[in-house]
Structure formats: structure tokens, C-alpha cells
């Protein structure tokens, strides 16, 4: 009887061999899947529990204050039960400490499995808290925000992990179903004797499938329990029983589809041209479907999706595409595998040695039986070598991404108006402070940066962002120069005189007395470090807002002012602006400037033409500003500016700025800038890759004193950038003196956590290795009809021990064919992959940021070096059989 359970377990005991070979593969397939997604599990633990650690006071924890008299242990009682409902039981403690809820992450226990469930219940506690026990509380603290934050950037490094996943799991299925085809290929004549006897193809089928299908299934549950078992010991997190079961699901299905597809493609004997046709369309599907999934990666660039609704998913196609793409590689090597064994032996036709020469031969003669020996070498080896350049790439990317985002050790940003710049930059500790402010170049396309420094500083303070950039070079080429600097001494006299001007009548007829202008006046000094200013009134205001002084304004009044010791400076602005408009004519005043007891020539100063009024030679090296009614109604200021200033300001600009603007070195350009605002000229001093301190590392460079020069209202310095060797101390003294203030720091875990996204790709690169070693020992375990030919050559005069050599050569040749493809492979998926999945492990590092393909030689060779011997000594160890008559006569 064909058909039922009895014949079915018949079946399966004849091919019993074969299936529990397929239950062991499986287990260790399983075993290396869900070892895997314990490392990485492991990894993610590590990083959650060193970034809550990162943080203090309210950052860390959320307190819950009880405002009456309900019991604070009642209120805990009901935190932990709303914990424990939302999946985070055993992630969080909660205390009462001084009549408050205390809730912190409990740094032993919480991982990245935690981080949803505690988000959740702590973004509806308040309300949770207040139904569950009807009491008047209040809750603080931004723990929520933290792991946010956490969360956020452990879904952005998914997506590195789940390609070193992708590669894992192809050559996974790749194996499972060559194993799986081996109880196929035993039974091969059963089959189709079953076939001929009238059994249905749709009921071979079925019993392929089903036998296939609980083997594997066994199989990969044992190995995947004691995998992930073993890693949640190892590594304290809790077991993913959600990826071990679909990992499980998934190998039994692999195997049961291979198995039963394989049984039906047999059961038929079919012309050899239609084998051929089929075999050609499902290669063709292959390419179409990896044309597809690397078209999608390099548009994504990583497989995490963002979500409309918040959060993220990964995109199955976009993660395997560099296993497909590694794969089909490997399927290229097996193609061109024929002719080149052939092309070799050729060569070789005059030689009448045995070795090499037979031995290519029979691999060119049965491209078949080494076609999955080229495919699982080549996808270990190309996975080798991809683990490899992505772990030297981002170890040579180290600390890089950081520093272009901060751009210093410290940076202490947004500092108000009413806060000195030279206060914030003598923090300590620090080894030198440069003064900067950021503006805004309205261009084509968009806004762009343009961040005035202190050039002369800049080799001191910028980070070169991995030698991407030459800090002091750009300072070089920015700098002032300071030859044409007149003051060498620290003070500066600088009289305002008011002459008697006609006053407008209050009352027709009746002649108004003369008046003196009330200005503001401020005097702009430049030096090799930058720009100062200085500001000073001919009378007393009332206040900021009152259009009349409280004091008449002097005829003459003298200011003595400070300097700061980098000099030499230079006087390059005057410019003034009248309280009031009480004049039939523009109110005029003069100025003048002496420093140690020299005068300072300022006839020269000529208008700035951005500026109205007008502004002539004085008696006595003065200048004469005449102010404009239309400038006081602006609230602008009429401005005197040196002749001798440059027409253009030398600016750096990245490349990305460059292209959009179409600017080329030493290309003169006009700009419109805000905060301040003003138009100005300005020459390509040079063109860099990235600018560090900005948002995208896209922007321009500039001289704080040059733009102060050209800005017809003052540029103020807002940020003030460090070098030092005490980061974190710097930061928590200017937050604590300069609390009004952004400081900003390179965070050291940044590179570590991405460094262990590499973790991910070693482990599977280990897995394809110990995979591919399974199939070539599979291999090396002689069939009735290799142990046949080994004997066959063995009496035909090789003897046994020339016999295994030939085998053993020919076996080698595949391998090396695998190896050359694998190093090709590799190569090409890490060109593709490598540098768009180390951007997405640092979640930040912005486009115009160069990431290149790295390796580091040794590791690497040491590692393909390893993997090759491996391969060598199992497909060399071939033996002949030692009984050779009875193989050759089971014919008779």
C-alpha cells in the first residue's frame, strides 16, 4: 500500500542517515542563528545600561511625589504592577525614599528588550498612577526622554546587525537544503519506481515535505534552545523566544520546501534541454530579484524604516540584498569554474604526469557535483572579507563623526548678549579657547552656515575629524594680516566732540536754542585673534528705551579704554548712531584717537557703503560722522570704515557649498547674511571635504575680525570652542557657572557603540565558516559511486594512495575557485555595503562626510588564513577504500 502513516515511517527509517544528518545540521544552524542574536542582544544590553549610567540627577529617574495623604507604598505597589503589565517587570526599581516614589533602571537587568515597555508605562504613569489609586501625585524627571533617546539609537544600529543576520541566515538556507536534498537524492530510485507504481507527484510531495519537515524542525528547536539559552546566560539577557522560534520555523521550512521541490524535479525524467531552460530561468529570477534588493539598499542605505505612526521596522528585501549580492557572486565563480579548469589543463596536455592534469580534467568533465562545495566556500570567504573591511573601517573611523559634529574638545554654544565671551573662554581647564559665531548665507538652494572664528586659533582648538582637514592650514589662509597694525600698546583714548547744532523750533516764531547730538558711538578693533568692540555715550540715558538723555550731552568727552593683551590691534570702524532728532540739519560728531600718546590717524576712514550719512576728514587726524534722519529712524548706525580694508573676505567653503554655488578657488562671490545682516564680497580661500561644528558638516569658514570689519553692526561672538584634556570637567563647569548656555561634547560612547555593531558581522562571518566546514566534511563522506572511482583508479595502476590524491586535488581546485570568488565577492559587497552601513551605525555622520573602505591586512589574512586552511585539510584527508574488489563487482 502506498500511502498512510506506516509506509510513511517505512520511508523514513530507510532514509533514516540522511535525515538525522539534516536534524544535526539544522541544530547547529539554529544553535549559531540564535548565538548570534544573543551576542547581539548582549551588545545592545551593554549599550543601554552605559547610557543610563551616562546620565545624573532627574536624567536617570522619574520621582513621584504623593501630594495627599495616600499611602507611598500603595502608590509603588501600583507602579510596579503597571511596570510589570507593560513588560518591564525586573527592568526598573522602585523605591520610596522621604515619602516620594523613586523609580531608576536597574543597570543589572534592563537590555534593549525592556526599553518599549518602559517607555510606555512611563508616558502614561501620571494618569495610570492617579486611576489605579485615586491619589493627588506629581511625577518629574526626564528618565523617558533618556531612553528614548537610547532606544532611538539602538534602531538605528539595527540596521548593520540585521545585514551581518542576512548573510548568516542565506548561506543558512543554502546549506539546510543541500543537506536536505541528500534523503532526496538516496531515494532517488525508490522515487521513481513509486512514480511508475501510480503514486501522485502531489503525494511525493507532501511525504518529502512533512519527513523534511519534522527533522528539521526537531533539530532546530534543540539547537536554537541551547543556543539562545546559552547566550542569555552568558551575557544576562533576557531570551528572545520570538527570534528562536521563527528562526526555527524558518529552517524547517527551507527544508522541507527543498526537499519536496527536489523529490518532484526526480520523480520525472524530463529532456536535458528543459532541465537546462528551467535551471537558466530560476538564475535569471535570482539576478532580477538581487538587481532589486541592491538597487533598494543603496537608495535606503540601511534596512531600518522609519514608521508614519513613530518607530522603526526593517526592511526584509533591503537587509539580504548584500547576502544576495555575495551570493550571486559565489554563483559566478561556479559558472566560470568549467573553463577555467578546462583552459588550465590544456596548458598542461603535454605533461604525462597524473597530477595536475586529471584532476582538472574530472572538474571540468562534472561542474555538478563542486557546485555547492564553490558556493558555500565562496560565501564564507566573501563573508570573511566583508567582516573584515566593515570592522577596519570602523575602526579607522574612530572618533571622527563625533568630533565633526562638535568640532572641538568642548563647545559652549548660544551664549546671551549679556554674557562676555573672554569670561566663558577662561573656563579650566582647558589649553586654548577660540571665539566663534555662527551665521546664516542666504544662497541658492537653501540656507547655509557660515561660522566666523578666530583663525589665528584654529590649529589650536578645531579637531581635524581624522586628518580630514588641516585646522592650521585654514587658519593660515584666513588669518589677518598684521603688518598694517598701528596700536601696539593695551589702551586707547578715543574723544567724541559734539559741536552746537540748530535746533528745530518747538514753537513757530520763536528761535530754538543750538543743541549738541547725543550719540552712542562704537569703536571696532581687530586683531590677530579677532574682533572687539567697544561702545560709549556722550550723555546719561534715563533708560534703554527713553528717546532723551538725562544729562546734556558734553562738548567734548574722553574714553580710555582696555584692550586685551593679544595684540597688536588695529582701529578699523567708528560709527555712531543720535538718541534723538531734534536738528534742522544732520546731527554731526567728531572723533578722534590717540594711543601712548600717539595719535591715531583716522582722515583716512572713508563711508561704508552699506552705510548712510556721511563720514569726512576732522582737524587733528579726527573723523566727522554725519548722521542721517533716515539711519535713526532705522535704527542703523552710519559707519566709518579704514581704506584700507581687503574687497573681499577670504572664506573656506566645503565642497558640497561649492557645487551648489558653482564656486572655484579664488573665485570673488557677494553673500547675503543674517544675524546680523548685511551683504558682503568674499574670495574662495580654499575648498575643504566637511566643516566641522555644523549641523552637516556643510558650510563656510571665515575670519571673525575679517566679518566684523565688513558688518556694519557688530558681530558678537556667541560660542566659544575648547581644547582640553578634561572634557567632561570643562562641560560641567561652564553648565555650572554659564548655566544659560548649550555645552556640547563628544560623547566617547558613540564610537564604541558602533564599533559593536561589528561584533554582529564577526559572528557571522565565524557561522558561515563553521557552515561551509559542515558541507565540505558532508562532502568529503564517500557515495557508493566515489568510493566506486577511487577504486577504479586505485587498480588501474594509481594505487590507493595516488587514488585519494587525485580526488583530493580535485576537491582542492574547487575550493581555491571558491576562495578566488569569495575574495571577489567580498570585496565587491563590502565596496557596495561597508561604507553606508558604518554611516548608519554612527546614526549621524552627516553625507559630505568621506567614509572609506578600510581594512586592517593582518586580521584579515589571519582570518581568510584560517578559514582556508580549514577548508584545505578536510577536502585533503580523502582515503581510498580499503575492501576493492567488492565495489568493483556489485555490477555482476
Do not use: K
Not at 553673500?671 to 558638516?697: K, N, Q, Y
Not at 558650510?699 to 556667541?718: F, K, Q, Y
Request: with cysteine; hydrophobic share 55%; charged share 15%.
Amino acid at each position: 500500500m502506498i500511502g498512510g502513516f506506516r509506509f510513511a515511517l517505512a520511508r523514513a527509517r530507510a532514509a533514516l542517515p540522511p535525515l538525522i544528518t539534516l536534524a544535526i545540521v539544522a541544530a547547529v544552524a539554529a544553535a549559531l542563528l540564535a548565538g548570534v542574536a544573543g551576542a547581539i542582544g548582549a551588545t545592545e544590553a551593554q549599550e543601554v545600561r552605559a547610557g543610563i549610567a551616562g546620565v545624573a540627577g532627574d536624567q536617570g529617574r522619574v520621582v513621584v511625589a504623593v501630594r495627599d495623604g495616600t499611602s507611598p507604598d500603595e502608590v509603588a505597589a501600583a507602579a510596579g504592577e503597571l511596570m510589570a503589565d507593560a513588560g518591564a517587570s525586573g527592568a526598573v526599581e522602585i523605591d520610596v525614599i522621604d515619602g516620594d516614589v523613586v523609580i531608576t533602571p536597574d543597570l543589572s537587568t534592563i537590555s534593549a528588550t525592556h526599553l518599549p515597555g518602559v517607555i510606555d508605562a512611563l508616558a502614561s504613569l501620571l494618569r495610570d498612577l492617579e486611576r489605579a489609586t485615586g491619589a493627588d501625585i506629581q511625577v518629574s524627571g526626564a528618565l523617558e526622554g533618556t531612553l528614548q533617546r537610547i532606544s532611538d539609537s539602538l534602531e538605528g544600529r539595527r540596521g548593520p546587525t540585521a545585514v551581518a543576520i542576512g548573510l548568516l541566515g542565506l548561506i543558512t538556507a543554502v546549506v539546510v537544503g543541500a543537506v536536505a536534498v541528500e534523503s532526496v537524492r538516496v531515494r532517488a530510485d525508490e522515487n521513481r519506481l513509486l512514480r511508475a507504481r501510480g503514486a501522485r507527484r502531489r503525494s511525493l510531495f507532501w511525504g518529502a515535505a512533512l519527513e523534511s519537515f519534522a527533522f528539521a524542525l526537531v533539530g532546530a528547536a534543540i539547537g536554537g534552545a541551547i543556543g539562545a539559552a546559552a547566550a542569555s546566560l552568558i551575557a544576562s539577557v533576557p531570551l528572545d523566544l520570538l527570534f528562536f522560534l521563527l528562526a526555527a520555523a524558518a529552517i524547517a521550512v527551507v527544508a522541507a520546501l527543498v526537499a519536496a521541490l527536489a523529490t518532484v524535479r526526480g520523480v520525472d525524467r524530463r529532456a536535458t534541454r528543459v532541465r537546462a531552460v528551467a535551471d537558466i530561468g530560476v538564475v535569471v529570477v535570482l539576478a532580477i530579484l538581487t538587481g532589486v534588493a541592491v538597487w533598494q539598499f543603496v537608495q535606503a542605505g540601511t534596512p531600518v524604516v522609519a514608521q508614519g505612526g513613530g518607530g522603526t521596522t526593517i526592511d526584509p528585501l533591503v537587509a539580504i540584498a548584500p547576502a544576495l549580492a555575495l551570493g550571486f557572486a559565489a554563483l559566478i565563480a561556479v559558472a566560470v569554474a568549467t573553463p577555467i579548469a578546462r583552459g588550465i589543463a590544456a596548458s598542461l596536455r603535454g605533461t604525462r604526469a597524473v597530477s595536475p592534469v586529471t584532476p582538472l580534467r574530472l572538474a571540468s568533465r562534472r561542474p555538478g557535483r563542486h557546485v555547492l562545495s564553490i558556493i558555500v566556500v565562496a560565501f564564507a570567504v566573501g563573508t570573511v572579507t566583508v567582516a573584515g573591511a566593515y570592522q577596519g573601517t570602523v575602526t579607522s573611523l574612530g572618533d571622527a563623526p563625533e568630533q565633526l559634529r562638535v568640532g572641538a574638545d568642548v563647545r559652549v554654544g548660544t551664549i546671551p548678549e549679556d554674557v562676555d565671551t573672554a569670561a566663558v573662554a577662561a573656563l579650566q581647564p582647558s589649553s586654548a579657547a577660540m571665539r566663534a559665531r555662527q551665521l546664516i548665507a542666504r544662497v541658492t538652494g537653501g540656507n547655509r552656515p557660515l561660522l566666523a572664528v578666530e583663525s589665528g586659533r584654529l590649529g589650536d582648538v578645531m579637531l581635524d575629524a581624522d586628518g580630514t582637514i588641516d585646522p592650521a592650514a585654514l587658519g593660515d589662509v584666513l588669518a589677518v594680516d598684521d603688518t598694517a597694525l598701528p596700536i601696539t600698546e593695551d589702551t586707547v583714548s578715543i574723544t567724541v566732540r559734539a559741536p552746537l547744532l540748530t535746533g528745530i523750533p518747538q514753537d513757530e516764531g520763536v528761535t530754538a536754542p543750538p543743541l549738541r547730538a547725543a550719540v552712542t558711538v562704537l569703536a571696532t578693533f581687530a586683531g590677530p585673534t579677532g574682533t572687539t568692540t567697544r561702545q560709549f555715550q556722550n550723555f546719561e540715558p534715563f533708560d534703554d528705551a527713553s528717546l532723551e538723555p538725562a544729562t546734556p550731552p558734553a562738548a567734548e568727552q574722553r574714553f580710555d579704554l582696555e584692550l586685551p593683551g593679544e595684540g597688536p590691534w588695529a582701529l578699523t570702524a567708528i560709527q555712531a548712531m543720535p538718541l534723538g532728532y531734534y536738528f534742522e540739519a544732520d546731527p554731526i560728531v567728531v572723533v578722534t584717537a590717540e594711543s601712548g600718546g600717539e595719535v591715531i590717524d583716522l582722515s583716512t576712514f572713508a563711508l561704508d557703503p552699506r552705510s548712510g550719512g556721511a563720514v569726512g576728514p576732522a582737524p587733528d587726524g579726527g573723523v566727522q560722522i554725519t548722521m542721517e534722519v533716515e539711519r535713526f529712524l532705522n535704527n542703523h548706525w552710519t559707519r566709518g570704515v579704514a581704506t584700507d580694508l581687503p574687497a573681499a573676505v577670504p572664506v573656506v567653503v566645503t565642497e558640497g557649498v561649492a557645487d551648489a554655488m558653482s564656486l572655484t578657488a579664488d573665485e570673488r562671490f557677494a553673500l547675503e547674511l543674517d544675524s546680523p545682516r548685511f551683504d558682503a564680497e568674499f574670495v574662495v580661500a580654499g575648498i575643504i571635504s566637511v566643516l566641522p561644528g555644523t549641523p552637516t558638516g556643510e558650510g563656510m569658514l571665515a575670519d571673525l575680525a575679517m566679518v566684523a570689519l565688513v558688518s556694519p553692526e557688530p558681530v558678537v561672538p556667541n560660542q566659544v570652542w575648547f581644547a582640553t584634556d578634561a572634557p567632561a570637567e570643562l562641560a560641567l563647569t561652564a553648565e555650572q557657572e554659564f548655566p544659560a548656555t548649550v555645552t556640547v561634547l563628544a560623547d566617547p560612547r558613540a564610537a564604541q557603540n558602533a564599533a559593536g555593531t561589528a561584533v554582529s558581522f564577526a559572528l557571522a562571518a565565524a557561522g558561515a565558516v563553521v557552515l561551509a566546514l559542515i558541507v565540505l566534511l558532508l562532502r568529503r563522506s564517500r557515495t557508493r559511486a566515489d568510493s566506486r572511482e577511487l577504486a577504479l583508479f586505485a587498480v588501474m595502476g594509481l594505487g590507493r594512495a595516488r587514488a585519494s590524491r587525485v580526488r583530493a586535488q580535485e576537491d582542492l581546485f574547487a575550493v581555491a575557485i571558491g576562495v578566488l570568488g569569495g575574495l571577489a565577492a567580498g570585496a565587491a559587497t563590502a565596496w557596495l555595503a561597508v561604507p553606508t552601513l558604518v554611516r548608519a551605525a554612527y546614526e549621524n555622520v552627516p553625507a559630505a562626510f568621506p567614509v572609506t573602505l578600510q581594512a586592517q591586512p593582518w586580521p584579515l589574512a589571519a582570518g581568510l588564513a584560517i578559514a582556508v586552511a580549514a577548508f584545505c585539510v578536510i577536502v585533503a584527508t580523502v582515503r581510498a577504500p580499503s575492501r576493492l574488489a567488492p565495489l568493483l563487482r556489485e555490477d555482476e
